[in-house]
């Protein structure tokens, strides 16, 4: 087949395409306006193969936009000079694709060939660059810079047209809201989303929501990667796929995890996790300074956290665009339902905003929930606080804390804070023979093992305190018994 309006080369008929469909939609499109709305959404003008279809489709959708009308009367006073035309038979070429004009049902059928004989173009388009620019060795272009371009291009192509929804009748998005409830009260209430394992935490959140980007922040030592990695470690070991309520294989409880961590190695990390399903302190497993019970129990908790899809990326200072490559590259290879990031302050920009830092930390929090979106699941990143904390009397954190806390505090859907009292109280302990030994005495056995996550923003629910226990040991939190919980009840 002979491509209209280009020269007949080896490479053009190489390429897949489809004149008459084209000729047919464009047809169809020219004799009745109201199809154009029905393909808009589907098909751009780059689409088409052949240069002077591309023309005479951008020309007719720009007036469709404007309510004038599109027909070979009104397209011919702008397309009586184009040469591409001229040698087609000039006007007259516009009243023959009218002529031939396809019904207004399969219209959308002739679009959607149009856009997959397209897409395809793209690939072997994308191969041929691939190919060309690997074989230039140039100072400024590195293979691994080359990979993750490729692979932005790639994931681009594969997700063209699926973040660019637009418009949805009311009604769909009152069936996704239905469904999104009844699969929370099919799980037995309050959750909508995924459970971090930590029952009040879940209550106050709802669990975590696809699209959402969570911070977690705190001040050294309070145990934020603790929290991260205890969640982590929650989802992934409740992972169960299945069939979900919108209809498509995924994680039907728990999910799979990504967690970059840039500052501690996933030997490290690993060993965290490992300590809190053994139940054997962590210094412990670093020295190797365990009872033959210890270590059965760490061998056995290694071998059961084997199938846990838990995938850790430990790669210091990772720009956000390589966080972005990789957890698409994740996605696509094992699957990804929740991403963590070990933390905000120790990603890199694109390079743009060294100068300034709250630019650049803007652009990172920006980046975060670009990926939370695209990918549509929740992203938890973890960020410092500033020293002003420690100035306080009241050393309980809040969102002025946040450091560069403008960008930090508008991009976030959560923002929460872990704070345990118990840090700063043992701190202030006084001589025993002091007055004030025994009140010191009294608060420092209410505030053992005892942690708060605090909630200072939550777009989509309330704010407050959650408390949780800590057993330092083990790098563990979890859910505190609450006085209610532990009396007796009566049974009837």
Same mark, same amino acid.
């Given at each position: 087949?002979?491509?209209?309006?280009?020269?007949?080369?080896?490479?053009?008929?190489?390429?897949?395409?489809?004149?008459?469909?084209?000729?047919?939609?464009?047809?169809?499109?020219?004799?009745?306006?109201?199809?154009?709305?029905?393909?808009a959404s589907l098909v751009r003008s780059e689409h088409f193969f052949d240069?002077?279809?591309?023309?005479?489709?951008?020309?007719?959708?720009?007036?469709?936009?404007?309510?004038?009308?599109?027909?070979?009367?009104?397209?011919?006073?702008?397309?009586?000079?184009?040469?591409?035309?001229?040698?087609?038979?000039?006007?007259?070429?516009?009243?023959?694709?009218?002529?031939?004009?396809? @019904?207004?049902?399969?219209?959308?059928?002739?679009?959607?060939?149009?856009?997959?004989?397209?897409?395809?173009?793209?690939?072997?388009?994308?191969?041929?660059?691939?190919?060309?620019?690997?074989?230039?060795? *140039?100072?400024?272009?590195?293979?691994?810079?080359?990979?993750?371009?490729?692979?932005?291009?790639?994931?681009?192509?594969?997700?063209?047209?699926?973040?660019?929804?637009?418009?949805?009748?009311?009604?769909?998005?009152?069936?996704?809201?239905?469904?999104?409830?009844?699969?929370?009260?099919?799980?037995?209430?309050?959750?909508?989303?995924?459970?971090?394992?930590?029952?009040?935490?879940?209550?106050?959140?709802?669990?975590?929501?696809?699209?959402?980007?969570?911070?977690?922040?705190?001040?050294?030592?309070?145990?934020?990667?603790?929290?991260?990695?205890?969640?982590?470690?929650?989802?992934?070991?409740?992972?169960?796929?299945?069939?979900?309520?919108?209809?498509?294989?995924?994680?039907?409880?728990?999910?799979?995890?990504?967690?970059?961590?840039?500052?501690?190695?996933? *030997?490290?990390?690993?060993?965290?996790?490992?300590?809190?399903?053994?139940?054997?302190?962590?210094?412990?497993? =670093?020295?190797?300074?365990?009872?033959?019970?210890?270590?059965?129990?760490?061998?056995?908790? %290694?071998?059961?956290?084997?199938?846990?899809?838990?995938?850790?990326?430990?790669?210091?200072?990772?720009?956000?665009?390589?966080?972005?490559? =990789?957890?698409?590259?994740?996605?696509?290879?094992?699957?990804?339902? +929740?991403?963590? +990031?070990?933390?905000?302050?120790?990603?890199?920009?694109?390079?743009?905003?060294?100068?300034?830092?709250?630019?650049?930390?803007?652009?990172?929090?920006?980046?975060?929930?670009?990926?939370?979106?695209?990918?549509?699941?929740?992203?938890?990143?973890?960020?410092?606080?500033?020293?002003?904390?420690? @100035?306080?009397?009241?050393?309980?954190?809040?969102? @002025?804390?946040?450091?560069?806390?403008?960008?930090?505090?508008?991009? %976030?859907? +959560? +923002?929460?804070?872990?704070? =345990?009292? *118990?840090?700063?109280?043992?701190?202030?302990?006084?001589?025993?023979?002091?007055?004030?030994?025994?009140?010191?005495?009294?608060?420092?056995?209410?505030?053992?093992?005892?942690?708060?996550?605090?909630?200072?923003?939550?777009?989509?629910?309330?704010?407050?305190?959650?408390?949780?226990?800590?057993?330092?040991?083990?790098?563990?939190?979890?859910?505190?018994?609450?006085?209610?919980?532990?009396?007796?009840?009566?049974?009837?």
């Amino acid at each position: 087949m002979k491509p209209v309006g280009l020269p007949a080369t080896a490479e053009t008929e190489a390429l897949p395409h489809n004149i008459e469909a084209e000729q047919q939609l464009l047809g169809a499109i020219l004799t009745n306006n109201d199809i154009y709305d029905r393909i808009a959404s589907l098909v751009r003008s780059e689409h088409f193969f052949d240069p002077v279809h591309q023309r005479i489709f951008e020309i007719a959708a720009a007036r469709i936009q404007k309510n004038a009308l599109a027909s070979p009367v009104t397209l011919k006073a702008f397309l009586e000079d184009d040469a591409g035309l001229r040698e087609l038979g000039g006007p007259a070429y516009l009243v023959r694709l009218a002529g031939a004009a396809i @019904s207004a049902f399969a219209a959308r059928d002739f679009a959607q060939m149009i856009y997959d004989l397209a897409v395809r173009r793209e690939l072997i388009q994308l191969g041929r660059d691939i190919s060309a620019k690997a074989g230039k060795v *140039e100072v400024t272009s590195e293979p691994r810079e080359q990979i993750t371009e490729a692979e932005q291009r790639l994931y681009k192509l594969g997700e063209q047209g699926v973040a660019e929804r637009g418009f949805q009748s009311f009604l769909k998005a009152v069936t996704d809201a239905v469904n999104s409830a009844n699969a929370a009260y099919q799980r037995g209430g309050g959750l909508a989303g995924t459970s971090t394992g930590l029952i009040d935490l879940d209550k106050k959140m709802g669990g975590l929501h696809p699209s959402d980007l969570i911070i977690l922040a705190g001040r050294p030592s309070m145990g934020k990667t603790s929290l991260a990695t205890n969640i982590a470690f929650n989802i992934a070991k409740a992972y169960k796929r299945g069939m979900t309520h919108e209809g498509h294989e995924g994680a039907i409880e728990g999910g799979a995890v990504g967690f970059f961590s840039l500052e501690m190695s996933a *030997e490290q990390l690993a060993a965290r996790i490992l300590s809190e399903a053994a139940e054997v302190p962590s210094e412990q497993i =670093r020295r190797g300074d365990m009872t033959e019970t210890e270590f059965r129990r760490f061998v056995e908790a %290694a071998k059961s956290l084997e199938s846990c899809p838990l995938y850790i990326d430990d790669t210091p200072a990772l720009p956000i665009s390589q966080v972005a490559a =990789r957890a698409r590259r994740l996605k696509r290879t094992h699957g990804l339902d +929740v991403l963590m +990031v070990d933390y905000l302050q120790l990603l890199k920009g694109t390079g743009r905003g060294e100068s300034n830092r709250v630019q650049e930390v803007s652009e990172i929090t920006q980046g975060l929930k670009a990926i939370a979106k695209e990918l549509n699941i929740p992203v938890i990143a973890l960020s410092q606080l500033s020293r002003t904390v420690e @100035s306080r009397e009241d050393k309980r954190p809040q969102l @002025s804390d946040l450091r560069e806390s403008g960008s930090i505090e508008q991009d %976030a859907d +959560v +923002v929460m804070f872990v704070y =345990r009292d *118990e840090y700063y109280h043992e701190r202030l302990k006084p001589p025993e023979d002091d007055p004030r030994f025994a009140e010191w005495l009294d608060k420092a056995e209410r505030v053992h093992g005892k942690a708060e996550v605090i909630l200072g923003k939550q777009r989509h629910g309330p704010i407050g305190t959650v408390e949780l226990s800590f057993e330092g040991r083990f790098t563990r939190f979890g859910n505190l018994v609450q006085p209610w919980q532990s009396e007796p009840r009566d049974e009837y």
